[in-house]
């Protein structure tokens, strides 16, 4: 025993000033069954103490994948051996966390999430040695630049940590140069480099709602206190302010809210609760029109349970109309509650936008609008109810041509609001949908009885979908707490091809550029680019890999596949990626 105890002595001060292989070199000859010989509780404690400054030593040393094929499961062998013979250890713990982060830093691809994920817990105990909360902070920075992510790179290395160990601090002082530099406009390095994103927008309140304008030159934003602010995207720039909501929020009238631009850019709504809708002009900078439309009243929203209520606005794809639809993110729409389903939740409203009018409303009693969507020619409107119905309507004569009980329920908790699980070929003459019994249907509208149904598989629904211009429908299949799939089918032979399996996370929202070859997707935090070809990942905007939270992340997300841009609320501030061709 003390034989090994000098080791850790010796190879504790090789390590603190970087004189790895000089600790590499005391270990070499250990084989697993030294490692693995434990006497008593202090022996495996000393072993593990030993072991990882073993591996610490060999990740320094480039030898990485020795660490990874070899000793990283030998490490965890020894940790759970020791726990099942002395039981649970703290320090123990705390080396296998420490192995497990810094590891994780030297892969191949690094997981900031797992990084994050794995010291934050620690960090926020605040019962580590000043020389451990170093290193890991000093890891969890590394892992930010090494993602791109510079802002909170440089954020943690603002923290003022300081290490009597000189390895550690010229490291600490390496990787904070290295981001000045990134960050310095002047070297261009910034782009170069391919940073994940830079941030505007820093407000008072954390952000409700946010919105990049088509063409990716303007960002709005919307406060939690009712704020609303529109931003340069480029520059950061604030050019126009609007308080007329604030009195709202402060007598707790408007918690929630949606941003959306026109297709043109040149118009900016504004969904709040109960029917108020507001469309600003992005060229002369002022209020264009408002709506109030009939919404659920203020003060039945929290006697009956209904929370994020928020009123949606879609436009058609050439603006010719707009759809509003009085909604709630969050609540039970089969009634399981208790409460029944609000009339104004089963109300839709479609407006000609030039002139201003009312041109068709329509009530669903008792059910919940789920999804709606404008064909591509402007002439035909589909709408689904959550677990009823699907209709299709004809706008100017509002007369219905299709309509089927069969419409999916998700079972999601925050997916009550609207989804994207209907969408319009590029010709207008079809409509695929999610639907009940895991199953999507395809509607050959103007054919009688063309409707072909394609089967999931297992309990799969679909929670997001999109037709391209060449009839492949794309739709990513969930189960709760099961990886999603990504797949792909021709409308010719409903062939299944799958793009990718993902995380455990329900899609929200899918969008994909075919002449740039990209799919963007986006849930409640998380964003994506991928391939669109192939379903290869190209780039991933995942709060959960900047800093550590214990709770849920949610996210206000807006892409713009036009211009290969990405805008994420994050706290006070908005977080603006872009796509590899915008960096080039």
Request: proline share 3%; net charge negative; hydrophobic share 40%.
């Amino acid at each position: 025993m003390l034989f090994i105890e000098q080791k850790i002595n010796r190879a504790t001060k090789n390590n603190a000033r970087g004189s790895f292989i000089q600790t590499v070199r005391l270990f070499a000859k250990y084989t697993e069954k030294d490692w693995l010989s434990l006497t008593s509780k202090q022996s495996w404690l000393t072993r593990m103490k030993a072991f990882y400054l073993y591996i610490e030593a060999l990740l320094y040393s480039e030898q990485v994948e020795k660490v990874e094929n070899q000793y990283f499961e030998l490490f965890k062998n020894i940790y759970t051996r020791g726990c099942d013979t002395y039981g649970y250890d703290k320090t123990a713990s705390l080396l296998l966390q420490l192995v497990e982060g810094s590891l994780a830093v030297f892969q191949q691809y690094v997981d900031p999430g797992k990084v994050m994920r794995t010291f934050g817990p620690l960090l926020e105990s605040g019962r580590l040695k000043p020389e451990i909360i170093f290193k890991m902070t000093y890891y969890m920075a590394l892992a930010n630049v090494k993602d791109g992510n510079l802002v909170d790179a440089k954020a943690k290395l603002s923290s003022g940590l300081e290490t009597k160990e000189p390895f550690w601090n010229s490291k600490w002082q390496e990787l904070c140069y290295t981001v000045e530099e990134l960050l310095d406009p002047g070297t261009g390095a910034m782009k170069a480099n391919n940073s994940l994103f830079e941030e505007i927008a820093h407000g008072q309140r954390w952000i409700g709602d946010t919105a990049l304008s088509p063409d990716g030159s303007l960002t709005a934003v919307m406060y939690m206190g009712g704020l609303l602010k529109i931003f340069k995207t480029e520059s950061g720039e604030e050019i126009f302010v609007c308080t007329d909501h604030v009195l709202l929020f402060e007598e707790e009238k408007a918690t929630h809210m949606r941003l959306a631009f026109s297709p043109d850019g040149c118009f900016l709504t504004l969904g709040l609760g109960v029917g108020i809708v507001k469309i600003y002009d992005m060229k002369l900078f002022k209020l264009h029109a408002e709506y109030h439309l009939p919404g659920l009243f203020w003060e039945d929203i929290e006697p009956n349970a209904y929370y994020k209520e928020y009123t949606y606005v879609q436009f058609s794809p050439f603006q010719k109309y707009m759809v509003v639809v009085p909604t709630a993110e969050n609540y039970d729409p089969q009634g399981d509650n208790g409460y029944p389903i609000p009339e104004q939740y089963g109300t839709f409203y479609i407006i000609d936008f030039s002139t201003g009018d009312v041109v068709f409303e329509h009530t669903y009693k008792d059910r919940k609008i789920g999804a709606v969507s404008f064909s591509p020619d402007e002439q035909l409107f589909a709408v689904a109810l959550l677990g009823e119905e699907v209709d299709i309507w004809k706008i100017q004569s509002q007369s219905l041509i299709f309509t089927s009980n069969d419409f999916v329920w998700l079972g999601l908790s925050d997916r009550v609001g609207m989804t994207q699980t209907l969408s319009f070929s590029a010709q207008s003459d079809r409509l695929v949908y999610a639907a009940k019994e895991n199953r999507l249907v395809v509607v050959k509208l103007f054919q009688p009885d063309a409707i072909y149904s394609i089967d999931l598989g297992g309990n799969y629904k679909a929670c997001a979908l999109h037709v391209d211009s060449q009839d492949h429908i794309i739709a990513v299949k969930y189960i709760s707490n099961r990886p999603v799939i990504l797949c792909k089918w021709k409308m010719s032979d409903f062939k299944e091809e799958v793009l990718f399996t993902g995380g455990t996370y329900a899609v929200k929202e899918l969008l994909v550029d075919e002449d740039q070859d990209e799919l963007w997707l986006f849930d409640t935090s998380i964003a994506e680019l991928r391939k669109y070809s192939t379903g290869s990942l190209i780039r991933k905007w995942d709060p959960y890999g900047w800093w550590y939270s214990y709770s849920v992340i949610f996210s206000s997300i807006s892409i713009s596949s036009q211009v290969g841009m990405v805008a994420i609320s994050h706290k006070e501030a908005v977080r603006i990626g872009r796509s590899e061709r915008e960096l080039s």
